[in-house]
């Protein structure tokens, strides 16, 4: 069984910095494209970046100059760095993957989340 685990999430004052990992687990063929994508209290859930398998990005104008995906793909795993953080990127963050198994082809996992919490 497929699994997606965020850690990295914590309280940072505005400016801080904080770093998310992402780590897919179990028995997978491939994995493709992995983002993060974010959740505040009463709003929609909404992409914050992706990255593919040729390490093209993509990001929400609102981080973009801020925050940096990556991934290790010998670790399974996929990083978002997050600087110059704003009150406004307190949310829950979800780590996405679209992973190819053996069993259940190809399918799109998430993770459980983990909590940003920006503020002074």
């Known amino acids: 069984q497929v699994q997606l685990v965020e850690s990295g999430g914590g309280l940072v004052q505005p400016g801080g910095s904080l770093r998310l990992s992402c780590a897919a687990s179990?028995?997978?063929?491939?994995?493709?494209?992995m983002g993060w994508y974010r959740q505040a209290p009463g709003k929609q859930r909404e992409l914050v970046a992706t990255i593919t398998t040729g390490i093209s990005t993509n990001y929400a104008d609102s981080v973009k100059g801020r925050f940096t995906i990556s991934r290790d793909n010998a670790k399974n795993t996929v990083y978002l760095q997050m600087n110059n953080l704003k009150p406004e990127d307190t949310a829950v963050y979800y780590c996405n993957a679209g992973i190819a198994t053996m069993i259940s082809g190809n399918m799109e996992y998430w993770g459980k989340g983990t909590l940003v919490t920006v503020s002074s």
């Open positions: 179990g028995s997978m063929f491939t994995i493709n494209a």
